[in-house]
């Protein structure tokens, strides 16, 4: 099993920034991608940055030019600075890593979320 801890969230005003962090420790074969995705009230959960195992990364065309995703694959931690936020940031965050099982396959960890709060 995997376990991820994330941090980082809270209440900022509009045009702030804030950085989480996500920490995955357990019986991690490989990591294949970290990412992170955010579900706001009565919406569908969506990607909001995701990095693979060689550095590349996608995001949200909402977010572009305004969050940037890091890891640091020695301690398997993946990182999202958000900056320039607004309101419609306001989700909770949830963090996401695909990993290998060890046969061949692949499996998906979620964190426990994260809330991010918008608002003057």
């Known amino acids: 099993q995997v376990q991820l801890v994330e941090s980082g969230g809270g209440l900022v005003q509009p045009g702030g920034s804030l950085r989480l962090s996500c920490a995955a420790s357990?019986?991690?074969?490989?990591?294949?991608?970290m990412g992170w995705y955010r579900q706001a009230p009565g919406k569908q959960r969506e990607l909001v940055a995701r990095i693979s195992s060689a550095g590349m990364t996608n995001y949200a065309d909402s977010v572009k030019d305004r969050f940037t995703i890091s890891r640091h694959n020695a301690n398997n931690t993946v990182y999202l600075q958000m900056n320039s936020l607004k309101p419609e940031d306001t989700a909770v965050y949830y963090c996401?890593?695909?990993?290998?099982?060890?046969?061949?396959?692949?499996?998906?960890?979620w964190g426990q979320g994260t809330q991010v709060t918008v608002s003057s």
């Open positions: 357990g019986n991690i074969f490989s990591i294949y991608a």
């Open positions: 996401n890593v695909v990993t290998s099982n060890g046969l061949g396959g692949i499996m998906n960890y």
